[in-house]
């Protein structure tokens, strides 16, 4: 399996620890960046933090000074980043924040599970599909 570049943004640190949880769980060993909102995102991706090869990012919709569909707008509108794959996990279960994403080309549109199994699940899931996928 590849190893993958993963840019979680996400401002709540409970779901950080949890996603960084459940990698561990998974045995999932995969570089982990972590962006407490749209803009410090950017900034990691813009200034290569985040390497760009076989890269993905993890995003939550609901964050202060840059929300997720906000840095969705502005990724797919820089001609260096706009191919980036893009899942969105979030709590959100509203149908016009799917559309919205889903009208910024996202590859997923995830609701966070609450427990920690189904979470565990979930992330060891998501990790094998983009493993096996090609990124750009």
């Known amino acids: 399996m590849k190893t ?3 840019l979680l943004v996400d401002d709540d640190a409970v779901d950080v620890m ?7 769980k998974s045995n999932i060993h995969n570089t982990l960046y972590v962006a407490g909102d ?17 890269r993905i990012i993890l995003l939550d919709l609901n964050m202060p000074r ?14 260096e980043l706009s191919s980036t794959p893009v899942v ?17 080309n ?3 549109y995830l609701v966070k599970p609450v427990a920690s199994p189904a979470f565990v699940e979930l992330m ?5 599909y983009w493993s096996r996928v090609e990124l750009p």
């Open 66 to 79: 840059m929300n997720g569909l906000e840095f969705l707008r502005a990724l797919r509108a820089d001609p």
């Open 18 to 24: 949890n996603v960084q949880r459940a990698f561990k």
């Open 124 to 128: 060891t899931a998501l990790n094998a």
């Open 4 to 6: 993958l570049n993963i």
């Open 106 to 108: 996202v590859a997923g």
């Open 88 to 104: 969105v996990l979030t709590t959100s279960n509203d149908e016009r924040d799917r559309l919205q994403s889903y009208a910024h």
């Open 38 to 54: 749209g803009r410090q995102a950017l900034e990691l991706l813009r200034n290569g933090t985040v390497p760009s090869s076989n």
